[in-house]
């Protein structure tokens, strides 16, 4: 499966961003999906995911109540709505997928990554 990742750009803190990871090749009614991200000087991490089976999802704590994750498998695209952006979410946002395995938190649980997106918050 090849990911293409979206939506990234420059915003003031507080306001909202879509991030969006179009999949070809394969459809992603059976991946497990998730966005990571990548601050200069600082590790990837994870900033959400869900699951293809029951759609459950999980946020990185520094993000809960401000990020939502979604899916359309119809049409093979992946979302994250970002709102009440502030200055340390500035990173270069990567969509991945993984189509096997119950682990999902870490970047080596996931086989297939797309390009990355910049997203900048200024203060």
């Known amino acids: 499966v090849q990911l293409q990742a979206s939506g990234g750009g420059l915003v003031q803190a507080g306001d909202s961003l879509r991030l969006s990871c179009a999949a070809s090749g394969r459809t992603l009614n059976s991946y497990d999906m998730a966005w990571f991200r990548q601050a200069p000087g600082k590790e990837r991490e994870l900033v959400a995911a869900v699951m293809w089976r029951g759609h459950t999802t999980y946020y990185a704590d520094s993000v809960k109540g401000r990020f939502a994750i979604s899916r359309d498998n119809a049409k093979n695209t992946l979302y994250l709505q970002m709102n009440s952006l502030k200055p340390e979410d500035t990173a270069v946002y990567y969509c991945?997928?993984?189509?096997?395995?119950?682990?999902?938190?870490?970047?080596?649980?996931?086989?297939?990554w797309g390009q990355g997106t910049l997203v900048t918050v200024s203060s």
């Open positions: 991945a997928a993984k189509d096997g395995g119950s682990e999902y938190l870490f970047r080596s649980d996931y086989g297939y």
